[in-house]
């Protein structure tokens, strides 16, 4: 099996054959978003902000900010997140609409969400005064480790991004939780959705102001983006975690977890790594990212935040 990559310009399919070719030339919207969108009302004109929400992976601040930036164009927000990212809309396939998803390693991110919710129960650290986080009462970090968090998924069962340890960004962007054909087939789909988007948001790069000022520049400088953002559980399980840190024999699953998630981690590194961009801090990256003219947003005299 030869495992083929990807170049900023060309998309190879990764298959189970040595002699793959290229199928598409693209720009892949991680590395360089663009404004356009299916239209019916006006030519390219934008109405309306659609965002899959990846967890943890700055999902709830990039909500926050797209919420103020619906607010100021008055314009529609719609956000889904848990299920499949097709599974209450296809990308482009309204009019007038900005499709926006977001990216994390995606083992770091297994790592924050077990340790956000799944270490210990989110409800009890909110709302039970009396429970005392302890190594005990914890669950192991080595049993989270499969498509379901803490089991396999079947094929029948609805992916849900709070129950996802293994290939979470394979089950959700194909709209398969099934692990057959060795997750290629399920790399190609979500390969293929993910560059139907107009924006994909990579969390690493959140800590660069030159990235902070190119995503507000798109939205036509509206700025407040990488606001910290109040979520729910994120004080008390931070503070759980801090007074009961990881062992250093249960990070020893990380490397289990790494290779559970190759192709997750091919996923995103496809994404990411072909954008050909610096280090943070070494050296300024230029990010192609467009400026956009404000009037391309038509005000809507009813308004919707759905989420």
Same mark, same amino acid.
């Given at each position: 099996?030869?495992?083929?990559?990807?170049?900023?310009?060309?998309?190879?399919?990764?298959?189970?054959?040595?002699?793959?070719?290229?199928?598409?030339?693209?720009?892949?919207?991680?590395?360089?978003?663009?404004?356009?969108?299916?239209?019916?009302?006006?030519?390219?004109?934008?109405?309306r902000i659609y965002f899959y929400h990846v967890r943890k992976a700055g999902g709830t601040m990039i909500r926050n900010y797209l919420q103020r930036v619906a607010e100021q164009y008055n314009i529609h927000l719609q956000v889904d997140e848990y299920n499949h990212a097709s599974s209450k809309e296809e990308v482009g396939s309204q009019p007038n609409t900005i499709y926006i998803t977001n990216l994390r390693d995606p083992v770091e991110r297994s790592?924050?969400?077990?340790?956000?919710?799944? !270490?210990?129960?989110?409800?009890? %650290?909110?709302?039970?005064?009396?429970?005392? /986080? #302890?190594?005990?009462? *914890?669950?192991?970090?080595?049993?989270?480790?499969?498509?379901?968090?803490?089991?396999?998924?079947?094929?029948?069962?609805?992916?849900?991004?709070?129950?996802?340890?293994?290939?979470?960004?394979?089950?959700?962007?194909?709209?398969?939780?099934?692990?057959?054909?060795?997750?290629?087939?399920?790399?190609?789909?979500?390969?293929?959705?993910? !560059?139907?988007?107009?924006?994909? %948001?990579?969390?690493?790069?959140?800590?660069? /102001? #030159?990235?902070?000022? *190119?995503?507000?520049d798109y939205f036509g400088g509206i700025q407040g983006f990488n606001t910290p953002a109040h979520m729910f559980c994120g004080d008390v399980s931070k503070e759980a975690n801090d007074k009961v840190p990881l062992s250093v024999s249960e990070f020893a699953h990380v490397f289990k977890l790494q290779s559970l998630n190759k192709m997750d981690e091919r996923l995103y590194n496809d994404f990411v790594s072909s954008c050909g961009w610096n280090k943070i801090n070494e050296e300024e990256?230029?990010?192609?990212?467009?400026?956009?003219?404000?009037?391309?947003?038509?005000?809507q005299p009813n308004r919707t935040v759905n989420e």
């Open positions: 099996m030869i495992l083929i990559s990807i170049s900023q310009l060309q998309y190879f399919k990764v298959e189970k054959s040595s002699n793959a070719q290229p199928t598409n030339h693209i720009l892949l919207p991680s590395c360089h978003p663009h404004h356009r969108v299916k239209s019916t009302i006006q030519s390219q004109s934008i109405i790592i924050s969400h077990f340790k956000y919710s799944e !270490r210990w129960d989110c409800e009890q %650290l909110v709302h039970n005064e009396s429970f005392m /986080p #302890t190594q005990y009462n *914890a669950r192991p970090f080595g049993m989270w480790n499969a498509t379901k968090g803490f089991e396999p998924s079947e094929c029948d069962v609805p992916f849900s991004f709070t129950e996802c340890a293994v290939n979470c960004y394979l089950q959700t962007f194909s709209g398969m939780g099934c692990t057959n054909n060795e997750w290629y087939k399920q790399y190609n789909m979500a390969f293929d959705r993910l !560059r139907k988007y107009n924006l994909i %948001l990579i969390y690493e790069r959140f800590k660069d /102001p #030159t990235y902070i000022q *190119a995503v507000e990256t230029k990010y192609d990212f467009p400026i956009l003219d404000s009037n391309r947003f038509v005000a």
